[in-house]
């Protein structure tokens, strides 16, 4: 159950006042001086009240609050300082330093230094006794510099521990903009691969005979294919809109490998799968693994024919290879290589590409 702030310093100051009663009652109120003229319970009770109502103000009206305190304070001392208004002073001294404005703060450091060095000095050059200046001086110690003292030592470790909470939120809204980031890149490769299957199964389509049986089943796939897109793409924009990452992000799996396949033979490629040991594969992996496999596809869809897929899990890492028997030049310098490669350095692992004899072999070892 949590109390209002209003109402807590309201049941504070009631606590302190109900507690100095007692304690004026049982007769254990004097710290300081002598009550050469005997003060009716009364007056003690209405010091009282002042300082209680310091407390009131000592988190709203800093200032006020200890104004009033201190006043309580030279009253009582009057007729002799006692332990309710002691208490209650030094409770206000220490929140107004605590939570008071930093400008009041460091005021007080300063009036409590120059108060209890000046009365040590005074004590000193009026009494004969040193032993009375050190008396006094402990004594003001106590009183003023203690609670100022250990306020600003909490205050200094809060603020500190602020900075470290501030720092922790830009490093995570950084964190969040790189993952916004590798997120919509990712986003932009998937629907770059679907619009290069919708193109290269189009061109199929215009090369066949318009009563094929194998137009209806790539002009499913051109279906698919476009849908998926644009489902993606929404997402890609909500990726970049959105001022947190997703709860539950967009990503896809080596496990979902024969859709890529199903569509690779779908544009016309003939392609062979073998995957052994994708699930459960750490996430990074998984994405980095499928892009390349999306690449490596793509790239065969466009330059070869009679595409091989294997996928091997070993102890530490994962093997993927990609073979295609080549039909058309080409030196291999494509942004296709650069981004596959890209991928498989970005979780430690190896990338590899070229010709072997008569075929374009992919192959990427990423670790587990």
Request: aromatic share 4%.
């Amino acid at each position: 159950m949590q109390i209002r702030p209003k109402r807590r310093e309201v049941l504070v100051a009631l606590g302190f006042f109900a507690l100095g009663t007692v304690i004026y009652l049982l007769k254990l109120d004097l710290v300081f001086g002598g009550d050469d003229v005997p003060t009716p319970l009364w007056m003690r009770l209405a010091i009282l009240a002042v300082g209680c109502l310091g407390t009131l103000f000592r988190r709203s009206l800093p200032g006020l609050g200890l104004a009033l305190a201190f006043g309580a304070v030279l009253l009582d001392l009057t007729r002799g300082l006692g332990i309710p208004v002691v208490m209650v002073f030094i409770d206000v001294l220490f929140v107004v330093s605590l939570d008071g404005p930093r400008r009041l703060h460091r005021a007080l450091i300063g009036i409590v230094a120059v108060a209890t060095l000046g009365l040590t000095l005074t004590v000193a050059v009026l009494s004969s006794d040193w032993r009375e200046s050190l008396y006094a001086g402990l004594q003001m110690f106590s009183l003023v510099v203690v609670p100022v003292w250990w306020a600003t030592n909490v205050r200094q470790h809060r603020e500190s521990a602020q900075q470290l909470a501030r720092i922790s939120e830009l490093d995570r809204r950084a964190a969040v903009n790189a993952e916004r980031t590798r997120m919509a890149r990712d986003l932009h490769d998937v629907v770059a691969g679907h619009l290069s299957a919708i193109a290269i199964q189009s061109e199929a389509v215009l090369s066949m005979p318009a009563d094929s049986a194998t137009v209806r089943t790539v002009l499913k796939s051109v279906r698919e294919n476009s849908l998926q897109s644009l489902a993606e793409m929404r997402t890609m924009i909500d990726v970049l809109r959105a001022d947190d990452p997703l709860d539950e992000p967009v990503t896809v799996r080596l496990a979902d490998a024969s859709r890529l396949v199903e569509s690779a033979r779908a544009g016309g490629l003939a392609v062979d799968l073998a995957a052994d040991g994708v699930d459960g594969l750490p996430v990074a992996v998984d994405l980095a693994a499928y892009r390349i496999l999306q690449e490596a596809l793509t790239n065969a869809l466009k330059h070869g024919a009679d595409a091989s897929v294997r996928v091997e899990r070993q102890v530490r890492r994962l093997v993927l290879v990609v073979r295609n028997a080549v039909r058309t030049s080409g030196d291999g310098s494509g942004t296709g290589l650069v981004s596959m490669a890209e991928r498989a350095h970005a979780v430690g692992g190896t990338f590899a590409a070229g010709r072997d004899g008569d075929e374009w072999v992919v192959r990427a070892e990423l670790p587990l």
